[in-house]
């Protein structure tokens, strides 16, 4: 059975991957380290030919442009759209690191 936090970047990887457009607007590559009670490490690509990989908590398997770490409950919550992730961000919930621009691009997959 696939953890919460697998079961969410599915879903996201899903909307990436049925629409080429989205795809082309998050070309680059995304660490997910989510935190917590299924959470984990995953690396998604972007442009023609998205891919997501998962790896251990502990190795931090895969470099990315940009990384995002926050607990599997804030991704959830923004998923579902009731937690704003700018707020998450300026309230230290949910930390950036690596490029910021790419992190603004993924408000494209919450909008999808």
Known sequence: MPSVGQELLDSLYARVAASEKLAAILDGSFKFLLQGNGGGVWVFQGG???SLQS???????GEADCTITCSVSVL???IDGVVNPQVAYLEQDLVVEGDPTMALRLVN???A
Do not use: T
Request: aromatic letters at 6%; zero cysteines; proline letters at 6%.
């Open 55 to 61: 790896g251990s908590l502990q190795s931090g398997k």
């Open 48 to 50: 023609e030919s998205p």
């Open 109 to 111: 997959l919450w909008d």
């Open 76 to 78: 959830a919550g923004i």
